[in-house]
């Protein structure tokens, strides 16, 4: 945010461009939603950017970018991970899952049809990344209770439904799977 | 119900249900046009300064830095209100608070251009902060933080009395005094603000996250110079607001003037930690009131007084004075009023609307006084605040006007659910209740115009029907209420009605969703555009010797084209004129109120101090339900906002810094906080509202608020007279109870503040309370 003073002597430093940095770039293969592709990557870009601005995966969405607020989550093998906090390097050869894969063609998850259908979205920014998470509590647990979807779903933040109608939706989805 | 609907209270998916669950629907940060540049802003790292030198230099000598500019390319002021064009999209001459913009950099990537932005060298005198209400009553020991307002960084005044008070206060058979405190919080809406701009055949286009295109696209005229019609501004899928949306914002200023002097498009996505100082949120408000009552609890006069931290500049702030004041009366039926209202400056980030606007802080207050009073007389406090419930079809003594009103409905349906008069009492678990009521939209627009705040036009060919409104679907699903009053009156579905909504360029002007406008007057615009489509097609029809309802909807749409040529009509909605006759009665007037009631039943530990809410009974009079699923949606939300207001968001400042700019530090509550909601909707059908709706978004979040802190007292006998109600401060009442000491955490006193000589009212006459509504 460049809240720091700037230093007096701030134009006879070095910047930050001009310090020598070796561009650490590496060539990466990654399987997202079933299609892999092959990426040359600056390795300290997160798994978050790599998927909005290299891959035009922009369902997942970002609230921080420091790992607090749960928006960016998306599936690594089936679990929850947040993808501000990955570097693409770490994930090779691991199955990565957005928002984008969970729809089977035009055809809704249950998940996806049961939020859309209960109003458990509202703005939406938060629910790819809830909707990733809750899919991986069905996967692990078919028929969760009450406490067990709040706690899967604890370190998803939502500012607009109260998290009511999450819940029903999950529950609902659940349901219908089984 | 004496009317059959087809759509109007049936519980549908929003309209855009699909794209919002699958990642389709494209948020401002989610566009990435051709060569774009990315923006970012260097900001004050001083709460007070004034500015001695800005060297861009060696920032635009870094590779790829297309342009930076600064205050001097960018001079002209702006400010949501006319009265308060205080701001500017970058300052040259002097910094209000950590965080105000400084210069702007647009560079082929973004860390090029976070690494420019380190580059520019500032040079600052840095003044002395002035950062707490009794600090701005004080003389500056430097220099003021805006030149106009006063004395000292006094910014508003207001003082207005209606009817007798005195009189009334002398009447009366018990008189209290209380103080309250309502610590500010911010939005925190999940998507952080985002704009992208183009500069393409001599015309701007700015795609935003905003609640308010039509005034972004005002000050882009302003501070651009440009025409409007030079100008377009596109609502953005939305990823939340709450408020605080609904400025404009320097960063969409600033990437429609680098867009213009690169010829590039450019895109700047606000960092979290700068959506925290972006705010315009919550005013911390400090209230002193007054009340008299008869020996039956019967209110004979009343006394309000406000100070309200606003911040480094005015933003809706000389409003949001106003209705610290406005809405008390439209819940209670006070004979005789005075209200004092102040709003200071001070070096953070400037406060403005949030959810509830100016009134979450009185309500609290004013709920909890009564709650107080009712303790005096020995009178449940229920009984007492329904003693004095306000009456529909009635006049305020400020002149508001009351139409419909659900307040005894919504009181008996949550006091019943919840068992509050016969629930057990038992240390550490309690029960409040509370009531509010909100506006439906305001009813003066933010700029002095004759002209309606909202319209539709809608156009129908060969079967297909598109509306075009200017309402910015903000999550609320205002687009799913303007689908589904077309398909009702055109007999169609929701999903049957194409929309174009929030861009200046092709959508009619709908003036934003705020103040909880949006059901009301887009919705009556489009009811009176859908009604004269609706004749047209009956007209065809019947001139070819049938009825409507016999042809499909195709069939009738070939008809009418035939007939009449091109298909179009056009609705438009104008708020009734029924303000006041006084400076200040722009603010409170609204065609209709909503209303709520509450019960909140919590455990709170004596040793701890932690409380845990078990369940929250609401009941919202929204007049009738167009979407019974939507309104629920909005209770619920209310009601989880409404308690992270109560028991931990604070958006608190250590020399100028935010003490918490993050989402982790700043607490809000998660999925295990949340407790289970029993939501009620009553429908009291208002005369004015489209098929009887009210509003639903803001409202229902007032009363949690004070039922928590009621429901403290009722499980642990201390009052907390602070929001929020913290375990630190329970704890702290508790052990002054236990000393012997008052039984109370709050403000001690409220300082004196030289509020001009009060401007003196007459209530409206009696005959206005049975003036019939404007008939829709």
Redesign the interface.
């Known amino acids: 945010?460049?809240?720091?003073?700037?230093p007096?002597d701030?134009?006879r430093r070095k910047?930050?461009?001009e310090v020598e940095r070796p561009v650490d770039r590496h060539v990466i293969a990654l399987d997202v939603n079933g299609e892999r592709r092959e990426l040359l990557l600056p390795v300290h870009k997160t798994l978050l950017e790599v998927l909005?601005?290299d891959m035009?995966?922009?369902?997942?969405?970002?609230?921080?970018?420091?790992g607090?607020?749960g928006?960016c989550t998306v599936l690594v093998d089936g679990k929850p991970e947040l993808s501000c906090l990955l570097l693409p390097i770490q994930l090779e050869g691991r199955a990565i899952t957005?928002?984008?894969g969970?729809?089977g063609g035009s055809q809704?998850h249950p998940l996806?049809q049961a939020?859309?259908?209960?109003?458990a979205?509202?703005?939406?920014?938060?629910?790819?990344g809830i909707?990733l998470a809750s899919k991986s509590l069905l996967e692990s647990n078919g028929k969760p209770t009450r406490d067990e979807?709040?706690?899967a779903?604890?370190?998803?933040?939502?500012?607009?439904?109260?998290?009511?109608?999450?819940?029903e939706a999950v529950e609902l989805a659940a349901g219908r799977m089984r | 119900m004496s009317q059959k609907f087809s759509v109007i209270g049936k519980p549908l998916p929003k309209v855009d249900a699909a794209s919002r669950v699958t990642g389709q629907a494209v948020y401002a940060d989610d566009m990435l046009l051709p060569r774009t540049l990315h923006c970012r802003i260097l900001r004050s790292p001083h709460p007070h300064a004034r500015i001695v030198s800005i060297d861009t230099s060696a920032a635009k000598r870094i590779p790829g830095v297309q342009a930076v500019i600064t205050g001097a390319d960018l001079p002209v002021k702006f400010g949501i209100l006319p009265v308060t064009q205080d701001e500017r999209a970058l300052e040259h001459e002097k910094v209000r608070y950590v965080g105000d913009p400084i210069a702007a950099v647009a560079a082929t990537e973004e860390e090029i251009a976070a690494a420019a932005c380190d580059a520019i060298a500032v040079e600052y005198e840095v003044l002395e902060p002035v950062m707490s209400i009794d600090a701005a009553l004080g003389k500056p020991k430097d220099e003021r933080i805006q030149d106009y307002g006063g004395p000292n960084n006094i910014h508003k005044l207001v003082a207005l009395e209606f009817g007798d008070v005195d009189g009334g206060f002398e009447r009366a058979d018990h008189v209290r005094e209380d103080v309250f405190f309502f610590q500010g919080n911010t939005h925190l809406p999940m998507e952080q603000h985002s704009a992208i701009a183009t500069y393409v055949d001599g015309k701007v286009t700015l795609w935003s996250s905003t609640q308010v295109v039509h005034y972004v696209h005002r000050a882009l005229s302003k501070v651009l110079e440009l025409p409007m019609n030079r100008i377009r501004v596109i609502g953005a899928a939305h990823g939340g607001g709450f408020g605080g949306k609904t400025d404009p914002f320097a960063h969409e200023i600033i990437v429609a003037k680098l867009a213009m002097i690169t010829g590039r498009p450019v895109k700047c996505t606000l960092t979290r930690e700068e959506v925290f100082y972006a705010h315009r949120g919550r005013h911390p408000v400090l209230m002193w009131v007054r009340t008299g009552v008869t020996r039956d609890g019967l209110i004979t006069a009343m006394h309000f007084k406000s100070a309200l931290d606003g911040g480094a500049y005015g933003s809706y702030g000389v409003a949001s004075t106003f209705y610290t004041g406005a809405l008390q009366t439209v819940t209670y039926d006070i004979p005789a009023y005075r209200f004092e209202g102040c709003r200071v400056f001070t070096n953070k980030p400037p406060c403005g609307p949030k959810r509830g606007h100016g009134t979450p802080q009185p309500r609290f207050a004013i709920e909890l006084h009564l709650e107080k009073i009712a303790h005096d007389l020995g009178i449940d406090p229920v009984e007492l605040k329904r003693r004095n419930f306000v009456k529909p079809m009635t006049r305020t003594v400020n002149w508001l006007r009351v139409t419909s009103c659900g307040l005894e409905e919504c009181t008996e349906r949550v006091v019943k659910a919840s068992g509050y008069r016969t629930r057990k009492r038992q240390p550490g678990r309690g029960m409040g209740f509370a009531i509010s009521s909100y506006l439906s939209g305001a009813g003066t627009a933010i700029y002095w115009n004759d002209m309606p705040h909202s319209e539709v036009q809608i156009k129908v060919d060969r079967g297909g029907v598109t509306a075009y409104c200017g309402a910015m679907d903000i999550g609320q699903g205002s687009d799913s209420v303007l689908a589904a009053v077309v398909a009702e009156e055109l007999g169609l579905q929701p999903k049957d009605i194409r929309l174009v909504t929030a861009d200046t360029d092709t959508t009619p002007i709908d003036l934003g969703s705020y103040s909880s406008r949006v059901t009301f007057m887009a919705g009556n615009a489009a009811l009176e555009a859908a009604r004269k489509m609706r004749a047209l097609l009956v007209e065809a029809v019947e001139a070819s010797g049938r009825r409507f309802g016999d042809v499909t909807f195709e069939e009738a749409s070939v008809l009418a084209e035939a007939r009449f040529g091109t298909l179009t009509s056009a609705g438009s909605y104008t708020p009734p004129k029924i303000a006041g006759p006084y400076k200040g009665s722009g603010v409170g007037p609204s065609p209709a109120y909503s209303y709520s009631a509450c019960v909140v039943d919590l455990d709170a530990d004596r040793r701890t101090g932690l409380l845990h809410i078990n369940k929250v009974w609401i009941a919202h009079d929204v007049g009738r339900a167009i979407n019974p699923l939507l309104v629920e949606g909005q209770v619920e939300g209310s009601v989880y906002m409404g308690l992270g207001e109560a028991l931990m968001e604070e958006q608190t400042f250590r020399k100028g810094l935010h003490k918490w700019p993050s989402m982790l530090e700043y607490k809000s509550p998660t999925f295990l906080d949340m407790p289970e909601v029993a939501t009620f909707i009553v429908e009291t059908n208002d005369p004015e509202g489209p098929y009887g709706a009210k509003e639903a978004g803001q409202g229902p979040l007032l009363p949690v608020i004070p039922a928590v802190s009621a429901a403290v007292f009722d499980a642990l006998g201390i009052w907390v007279d602070e929001v929020p109600v913290t375990p630190e401060k329970i704890v702290e009442a508790l052990r002054r109870k236990d000393k012997g000491e008052p039984s109370r955490y709050g403000p001690q006193g409220f300082p004196d503040i030289p509020y001009p000589p009060t401007i003196k009212v007459e209530p409206p006459p009696k005959e206005l309370d049975l003036a019939a509504p404007a008939a829709i």
Do not use: D, W
């Open positions: 945010m460049g809240l720091r003073p700037s007096p701030y134009a910047l930050r461009h909005r601005e035009q995966l922009t369902g997942t969405k970002h609230g921080c970018e420091l607090e607020c928006t957005t928002v984008e969970m729809a809704l996806q939020f859309a259908e209960l109003g979205a509202q703005c939406g920014y938060c629910t790819p909707l979807i709040r706690e779903l604890a370190g998803n933040l939502c500012r607009c439904t109260g998290y009511t109608k999450i819940l």
